[in-house]
């Protein structure tokens, strides 16, 4: 499932962090009324009438030659290019400039659909000014204020009606798709070679080869369809350079969400970094199937205790991950990598697993009996009904007689207890508590 991208444009103190907040919800971006306090990309995860999208803000873009330019125009070229839909941000006040002409020249060579908001028009006396602006032929402006959430409503109707609608592609529903996922120079695209079994991404030991996702779609000696995602590798935001590579990061994100299963590579060299746990946790939240791929292993001097310990040491890092099977390879040698498609086959009929409603409440009564409920303040907690509601990955809803009362803990044993029933290995489950009315 394809997210889609808006990306948020314009010079620089127009208040495009301001939209950007306003849009996700949250104070992600810094607002301060200084030019060029956003140097580089931000993005997260809005929604719309229930339909979400991905929204980067970038740094402005000014023709002068300040400090930071070149990097700001790049970074926003890297973001024009790879959103679905661009709104580009003026300012009613400074009321159009040469940056604003120089911009929107640039944005019609596009070929994406673009937007213009007329940003801080605050009360209704200065929306006769707004006519000025469709001299950057754009089409019509939108008057908006982003400090007070005017006319957004109208804005992101008309946006939401040129994004593509997302949902399952029909005609994928029965290929399996995955990605890989981890930091520079772990070896994905070797892995990818291998399980092709000819050189279709470029392999080489600087990090950072591959800069964008490549899809390959592939059958199996079975006849099964897999559709393969490598991505470029994901470094801490600390650490990634002012070119395209940092941009990598929401291409990988864009792969997770388009993929059911995600192959998580581990350089078994360098063993468990913080960056691969919170790759990691990009799959997990996602609710994608995990396998953790621990590549050149035959790099590793090893005795009859090495491969134990370095799963302990994997198990203890992924505590989240419990579900995913670890496999350890080397995509030099060819050692296990054939071992990873019957993996995928295996979590792909897990992910779409369903358990009738009567068994798990059977469970449910088990669990009950062997741990019961907690309570507090002299109330305990009720579950009354337990029932399967979607695939992909499995979800469950618990009706109880009081959500307070439903403690993580409790949650995490009736997690185990559904899983050493029904299996769901390598797959995230849900379970969501409602309160029966």
Known sequence: MKIPTIAIVGRPNVGKSTLFNRLVGERLSIVEDVPGVTRDRLYARGEWLGQPFNVIDTGGIEIENTPFMDQIRFQAQVAIDEADIIVMVSDIRAGMTNDDLMIASILNKSDKPVFLAINKVDNPEQRLEVFDFYQLGLGDPYPVSSSHGLGLGDLLDDVFAKLPIIGDEENEEHIISFCLIGRPNVGKSSLVNKILGEDRVIVSDIAGTTRDAIHTYFRDKDGNEFKMVDTAGIRRRGKVEQGTEKYSVLRSMRAIEESDIVLIVINAEEGIREQDKRIAGLAHDEGKGVIIVVNKWDAIEKDTHTMKKFETDVREEFKYLSYAPILFVSA??????????????????????????????????????????????????????????????????????????????????????????????????????????
């Open 332 to 437: 030099l040698s060819g050692q296990r990598v054939l071992d990873i498609m019957p993996k995928l086959l295996l979590i792909h009929q897990e992910r779409i697993k369903r358990i009738n409603s009567s068994l798990l409440n059977n469970l449910l009564l088990d669990a009950v009996a062997m741990n019961p409920t907690p309570t507090d303040k002299g109330r305990r907690l009720k579950i009354f009904y337990i029932t399967q509601v979607a695939i992909k990955p499995p979800t469950f809803v618990v009706f109880v007689n009081d959500k307070e009362l439903m403690h993580f803990s409790y949650i995490r044993f009736l997690d185990n207890q559904i899983r050493e029933r029904f299996g769901f290995k390598g797959t995230p489950i849900r379970l969501i508590t409602r309160e029966r009315k």
